[in-house]
């Protein structure tokens, strides 16, 4: 069993910039694919990042390509997402999740199998 636990989230006006974490306390997650995924009210749960376990391979949705970097340091157990040039419409609840198997499927969030309870990100225009 993996614990993810979300940080870093909050009010931000559009251009501004978050960066959010994700870290696996008491744990490791060095050798899983991780993921951020989102959820703004009324919609489903969208991808939006993932990693492969070494950093080398990374994968973004269209919508936050080019404004949003996700990296993970292994020795310390954590992930991040750099959130660049935020838009309102990048309001949302915002998860990590982790995951084992393939990269291929790291944009479907039923593959994964640990979630953090996820951490809430305003975006005002």
């Known amino acids: 069993q993996v614990q993810l636990v979300e940080s870093g989230g909050g009010l931000v006006q559009a251009g501004g910039s978050l960066r959010l974490s994700c870290a696996a306390p008491?744990?490791?997650?060095?050798?899983?694919?991780m993921g951020w995924f989102r959820q703004a009210p009324g919609k489903e749960r969208e991808f939006a990042a993932s990693?492969?376990?070494?950093?080398?391979?990374?994968s973004y949705a269209d919508s936050v390509k080019g404004r949003f970097t996700i990296s993970r340091d292994n020795a310390k157990n954590t992930m991040y997402l750099q959130m660049n040039s935020l838009k309102p419409e990048d309001t949302a609840v915002y998860y990590c999740?982790?995951?084992?198997?393939?990269?291929?499927?790291?944009?479907?969030?039923?593959?994964?199998?640990?979630w953090g309870q996820g951490t809430h990100v305003t975006v005002s225009s």
């Open positions: 990693i492969t376990w070494s950093g080398e391979m990374t």
């Open positions: 008491g744990g490791t997650v060095s050798r899983y694919i």
């Open positions: 999740a982790a995951k084992t198997g393939t990269y291929f499927s790291s944009r479907s969030a039923n593959m994964y199998d640990y």
